[in-house]
């Protein structure tokens, strides 16, 4: 068995929040690991880690990034922060 072929991708959506900063962290380190990280900021806070800009919300943006890098893993670490404006504006954030 090729050696690639054990190689894992692993997609980390919200990869600047405080989880998907800590989820890069743990698997940066283990070369049995490809990552691919993807948040709404511009840039990624860590270095030497691939990354896209990209917004979740936007079903058509995250589903090019999807197919794109073909992932074997997709963890979701992106969250909508601000509390009172959940409440405002719940149907947006239920699409």
């Given at each position: 068995?090729?050696?690639?072929?054990?190689?894992?991708?692993?997609l980390?959506?919200?990869?600047?929040?405080?989880?998907g900063q800590r989820?890069?962290?743990?698997?940066s380190s283990?070369n049995?690991?490809?990552?691919l990280?993807?948040?709404?900021e511009?840039?990624?806070?860590?270095?030497?880690i691939?990354y896209?800009?990209?917004?979740?919300?936007n079903r058509?943006?995250?589903?090019?990034v999807?197919y794109?890098?073909?992932?074997?893993?997709?963890?979701?670490?992106a969250?909508?922060?601000?509390?009172?404006?959940?409440?405002s504006?719940?149907?947006h954030?239920?699409?």
């Amino acid at each position: 068995m090729n050696p690639s072929e054990l190689i894992k991708r692993i997609l980390v959506v919200g990869a600047n929040g405080m989880l998907g900063q800590r989820v890069l962290e743990l698997y940066s380190s283990n070369n049995d690991f490809e990552l691919l990280a993807t948040s709404v900021e511009d840039k990624l806070v860590f270095e030497n880690i691939d990354y896209v800009q990209s917004d979740i919300s936007n079903r058509n943006e995250i589903k090019k990034v999807i197919y794109n890098f073909c992932p074997d893993f997709i963890i979701n670490a992106a969250a909508y922060t601000n509390v009172d404006k959940s409440e405002s504006e719940r149907k947006h954030l239920e699409n």
